[in-house]
């Protein structure tokens, strides 16, 4: 299953042909052509898994999108610019965009830096969502310490198996985002997600029973029927 891209223009006939070459390798593109549609795409859209975001856009550039963007996802993100853009490019990149391609653009480079990107996503994980220290996250009572590998539960470590503490962490991360069993597995494992509703079920009752204090009512991970889960914001 290949990835969602969101593409964000505002010039809407390099949209639809970056659409294309990107459609043509199997992908599910999104398009947006302002920075302000490019945020409203990420908060409905949690399976996007990398963005092409143009520099020099009305209403919201995309500086100012990428910024709003990392404070709840950490996905890839592929700066566009002009040559004549350069201070705004390095500006991104240091706000939090992972890499940055030049107009006009050839479509193989494109392609290119999007693999590479897709890559690296997905064979080094996720990367920690923003936080003060840079390693630890919290979320109400609940604390991930991702330099440690450690989970506090209110100022008590709970023993979680590498693959229960990979979920948490995904779900932290991106709390308050809704996602499917197949994209928690996916996203977890690494690999296809057959069967994989079950699998994921069974982990997220065992991670219940550890980090909840009533499991049959829970505080953090929450069931969006016909839907999936997600980590309640606290």
């Known amino acids: ?3 969602t891209i969101l593409v964000c223009d505002d010039d809407k006939e390099i949209a639809s042909a970056v659409d294309i070459y990107l459609t043509a390798e199997g992908y599910t593109v999104l398009q947006a052509h302002d920075g302000l549609e490019a945020i409203q795409a990420v908060e409905s859209h949690p399976e996007i898994q990398l963005i092409l975001m143009d520099i020099m856009m009305p209403r919201l550039d995309g500086v100012r999108a990428t910024m709003k963007v990392r404070e709840s996802r950490n996905v890839p993100i592929i700066m566009l610019s002009a040559k004549s853009e350069d201070n705004d490019k390095i500006l991104g990149l240091n706000i939090g965009a992972d890499d940055y391609i030049t107009k006009p653009f050839n479509p193989m480079e494109l392609i ?5 990107q897709l890559r690296r996503f997905h064979n080094f994980g996720i990367s920690p969502a923003p936080s003060d220290n840079g390693e630890k996250m919290v979320n ?3 604390e991930l310490d991702d330099g440690a590998k450690r989970v ?3 100022g008590q470590e709970v023993s979680l198996t590498p693959v229960e503490y990979k979920i948490v962490k995904y779900l932290l991360e991106n709390r308050g985002l809704v996602f499917s069993s197949s994209q928690i597995y996916e996203s977890v494992w690494n690999e296809p ?3 994989a509703d079950n699998i994921v079920a069974v982990h997220i009752r065992h991670i219940r029973e550890k980090i909840e204090i009533n499991p049959k009512d829970p505080r953090y991970i929450k069931v969006i029927w016909g839907h999936g889960y997600k980590m309640e914001k606290l």
Do not use: I, Q, T
């Open 1 to 3: 299953m290949k990835e």
């Open 112 to 116: 290119a830096r999007v693999k590479s």
């Open 152 to 154: 506090m539960v209110d």
């Open 193 to 195: 997600s057959y069967g």
């Open 140 to 142: 109400g009572g609940l």
